[in-house]
């Protein structure tokens, strides 16, 4: 019997026992990042919590690395209740519902102060995004800014011609292609081998990524633009958690809740020791040139027009409802 049928069966269980005979679910949690990762260290915890607060009803195996289902699946999965809870980068989704980009519009919220206050303010339309696709999300947690990681020194676009570029969605090949590289989508989990065999020489993300995939074996530089702070989330499938009673929910939404809490103040606390170990690894970090950054802007500027036209008047709310706090 393959795994998706087994989960299918345990699911189909699940709906029938309800929590209250008593009998643990066991949930496997599918995680796109590495297991060393922050966003996989805290999803431990959060199962940990989650474990402690419904004393033992649901116990969740958490299966990083995109050990269980690719970072690409997970959605996916969890959607069609092949597992009933996972985790994945919410802008990997934004292709098939353009709201779900909300955090990654260039240079709008870029200390982890703003990024929390674009997070109140995207909140309830995300969740209601997420109703539409079968899913819940319990928490957020936000990567630290992303910069640009190259194999040599780049001023400007005059320097990145040309250039295989990973992407993680939609909204960074377009950035990409705004600075002539040619993007290639890829998970972080493929990352190091893409940069081994030239699949790819350029990309962007956090200090935590390179750090994860010890990007300095074949990159040289990189360079802190901070332009967002993009976030993972925790989703849940909606029969699963409809099919729990309020005591149960309740215990697993403040797991969530601290969870949330802890893992964006992890995010804070690390984001300046990546550079650092990119740094002691051989690296040049520096900030971009400020005609490089004033490209960025004007791509970025152009990114987020773009990004309004698709998400329609809920994306106009959330930036409005930002710029009003
Ligand atoms: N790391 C993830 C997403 C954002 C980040 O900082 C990645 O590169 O896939």
Not at 196 to 208: D, P, Q, R, Y
């Amino acid at each position: 019997m393959t795994y998706a049928m087994k989960t299918g069966i345990a699911l189909a269980l699940t709906a029938t026992t309800a929590f209250a005979d008593s009998h643990a679910q066991n949930w496997d949690m599918p995680m796109a990042y590495a297991a060393t990762n922050y966003h996989s260290e805290e999803g431990v915890a959060f199962a940990d919590r989650v474990r402690e607060y419904t004393d033992g009803a649901i116990n969740i195996t958490v299966h990083p690395g995109g050990s269980l289902f690719g970072g690409g699946d997970i959605k996916r999965a969890v959607q069609t209740g092949q597992v009933p809870i996972g985790e994945r980068f919410m802008s990997a989704h934004a292709n098939e519902a353009p709201l779900l980009g909300w955090d990654n519009l260039p240079f709008i919220a870029t200390s982890y102060a703003d990024n929390a206050k674009l997070w109140e303010a995207a909140r309830d339309s995300v969740n209601a995004q997420l109703a539409d696709l079968n899913l819940v999300a319990l928490y957020t947690c936000p990567w630290p800014g992303q910069g640009f990681y190259f194999n040599k020194e780049v001023g400007s676009s005059a320097d990145t011609q040309g250039i295989k570029f990973r992407s993680y969605n939609s909204a960074t090949a377009t950035f990409a292609e705004e600075l002539g590289m040619i993007p290639v989508q890829i998970e972080a989990a493929e990352l190091s081998q893409a940069l081994a065999t030239g699949v790819a020489s350029a990309f962007i993300s956090s200090g935590s990524t390179g750090y994860d995939r010890k990007v300095w074996e074949h990159l040289s530089h990189y360079y802190k633009v901070n332009a967002w702070l993009p976030r993972n989330y925790v989703m849940v499938n909606t029969q699963v958690w409809e099919g729990l009673d309020d005591e149960t929910r309740a215990a697993i939404q403040r797991a969530a809740d601290e969870t949330a809490a802890s893992c964006a103040a992890k995010s804070e606390e690390l984001a300046n020791f990546y550079f650092d170990e990119l740094a002691k690894n051989g690296m040049t970090v520096a900030d971009a040139s400020p005609e490089f950054l004033t490209e960025l802007e004007t791509i970025g500027a152009k990114m987020t027009a773009e990004w309004l036209e698709s998400a329609g008047a809920p994306g106009q709310a959330i930036i409005d409802a930002y710029n009003a706090n």
